[in-house]
């Protein structure tokens, strides 16, 4: 019941000695596929998606990505941000990122498996026209929008539970009903966005729902709001299929996140998106890597993730 997905280019987008989003991420996220059981269910280089250069034009646009394959090219060191730090590969990874999350909508699709996508650079970020926050190409919503194209996707759900709330993702969406947009995350806190009231815009008023925790909030809490919140709009909106932005960030381990959240809590979340999933999606889950910066707390963290999906 589930596939996991990886590339070899994603060591080759370097940000430098010290910068917490590193190529070790993808060894740790391994690791935790390895423990849970599934190292033998890894696909390490999918084929390339033909859609790829055509979503990313889509959610973005043609002449942002011409921009960050010139600024890789031309040996710059920063895009758009000090956050963003870039080398000779990071618009290959990112594109591949890309490439690979819409294989891995595209298997699910065809073969009825859930899957998970072990990628770097992450993607929630990342606006139209706009890298930020280690962000680069909006992953998880070129995946939202691909599936909408296909005939028996006619909504879909993102979840995402990175400890920092997906800007990108929800200024994507915001306008519009066919993908609703749901976070928990730290408030106030990087990016500055993320407000309870931040609920969409127009047609796409009530489809948006920010549920933001103060420093310091662990288990309960967090389990208490996807009972309460997250479970309760996948049974209304009743999706064909839920993608998650998964952030293990808000680990009590992590360096950044300034959470209590342990590994058995996100196996508990991701159980429920699963049981609310076989309800409602046919069973359909995509999970992509987003955030996750202590290499033991994501090990541990996907583990728990891996055999809850499966």
Known sequence: MLNIYTHPIFY??????????????????????GRAGFAEQIVRD???????????AKVHSEDYEQELDEACRAGMRLFHSLDNPISSQTFAAARAAVSTALRAADDMMQMNKRAFVIARPPGHHAERVEAMGFCFFNTIACVADWLREQNSIERVFIFDFDVHHGNGTQHLFEERNDVYYASMHRYPFYPGTGAANEIGIGEG???TKNIPFPAETGDAQYLRAVEDDIVRIIDDYRPNAILLSSGFDAHRRDPLGGMRVTEQAYGEITRRVVEAAEHHASGRVLSLLEGGYDMEGLAASVDEHVRALA
């Open 12 to 33: 080759k987008h370097d940000t430098g000695v010290g910068h917490p989003e590193t190529a070790a991420r993808i060894d740790a996220a391994i690791e935790g596929v």
């Open 46 to 56: 999918p084929q390339p998606h033909d859609d790829t250069a055509r979503i990313i």
């Open 205 to 207: 008023r009530g489809f």
